[in-house]
């Protein structure tokens, strides 16, 4: 068929979708325009700086177990060595590895024995105060900072308070004394009235201060604690810590016993922890650079109306606009009045491009120019009584295909998307589809690519 007409036809089916869609076709092109814009601007902050650590506090419970001289016999309770304690914790990180903690710890240390020599007990409050250094592990190196879970070691020195208190009278102020039998009477076992003793059962209440008969030793020490644990994001203000804190002390007093080995206890504990500070930002950094107020109140064309109320874009500078930002046109005749050569066009008259009344000789002119173009277009598309053009033209693409088609006639690459059915062929349907597509702003097509599409129907 006839070259002349195939360009003639795509000449004629292009603009007209293209002049019917106009406005999509704008807002495309002004979404491209804003995805350029933005991209450069995401280079603009790409090394911004992450927000300052702020230091976090723990506040915990947790249980103390001691390890000392006394408890090596038989024990009146397996619980009698377990006591609790409150502590409270500081700490401020330095980077993803390191952290630096100061601390307190409030409770109690306790222990009790019963053996064939010697009866013993003691309890007494303890104050410590550390200073640690923490090694985390949610460093980016071995768990994600990010991780729900963060192990952590620590390790430091500190200063232990105590006082060891026995229980040693009932609420009477009867003295116990411990028989061979395991029974516990108000008078000694080798006492001449033996006889009339009286049994006793202990309260618990330490009542009594221990001294040791020989030594007036210091109710303080130094200490070194060693720790470890884990934590459990729940947000990102708030973790919670499990852990367990060994303390090696330089002093053999604190159950007033010195037996040649210095005394340790353990604190097993839980907190909850409050991380102070702000989340970090982890949106695109393209986003923080925009000034979205800017863009808001943003007048592109100065008329005085924002860019997201003005109606009509780039008015020249000068003109007067109404609320929309539209040039005034005082007579409605769709001609602004910076453009109309007559501003006082009556109602309902016909004008030209220059808002001039077009005379009734000139618009019958007009009238017969379009009618012709209209025949044109019709014979053009019409002509064959029971087929239109393009599906003639449709036809003899799919008869040229059963005989093999013309040779080298395959679909190029950047054309593949419009064949939907995947038969090697491009058909008025895939086309329209295409057309659709793009003026719907689902298709990667260009003008361009649809030209190429078209002349690709009329050339296989």
Known sequence: MPKENNKELKKLLLPILISTHKKKTFLLLLVAMLSVKGTLLSQTKEDEEKPKQLPS?????????????????IKPSKYSKIKGGLNLTVEQRIGK?????????????????????????????????????????????????????APYLMAGVGFLKFDPYGDLKDANGNTYYYWRDGSIKD??????AYFKAKELKRDYTYETQLKDSTTDYKRSSLS?????????????NIDVNLGATYYVTMTDWIDNVKDGKNDKYLFTHFSLQYNFGKREDNSPVRYKSVDFSAIDNQDTDGDKIKDKDDKCPGTPVGVKVDLNGCPLDGDGDGVPDYLDKEVFTAPGGIVDDAGVTLSD?????????????????????????SLSYLQEVEAKVKESAQNGGKPGMTIPESLKPADKDNDGLIT?????????????????????????????????
């Open 57 to 73: 506090v723990a506040l915990g419970i947790g249980i103390l177990t001691f390890n000392g001289d006394i408890g090596n016999g």
């Open 97 to 149: 590895y390191i952290g630096v903690s100061i601390s307190g710890l409030y409770g109690k240390l306790s222990d009790n024995e019963s053996t064939e020599t010697r009866n013993l007990n003691f309890q007494s409050k303890i104050i410590q105060a550390d200073l640690c250094l923490v090694a985390h592990f949610d460093n980016d190196l071995i768990f994600q900072r990010k991780s729900i879970f």
């Open 187 to 192: 008078l000694a076992e080798s006492d001449p």
């Open 224 to 236: 070194f604690p060693l720790g470890l644990g884990f934590k459990l994001k729940l947000a990102y």
């Open 361 to 385: 000789s000139t618009l019958a002119l007009k009238q017969q120019q379009f009618d012709s173009l209209a025949t044109e277009r019709s014979k053009m598309l019409y002509e064959n009584p």
């Open 428 to 460: 008025t349907a895939e086309i329209t589809a295409a057309i659709d597509s793009f003026f719907d702003g689902e298709s990667s097509f260009t003008v361009e690519k649809l030209n190429e599409l078209i002349d690709f129907f009329f050339d296989q």
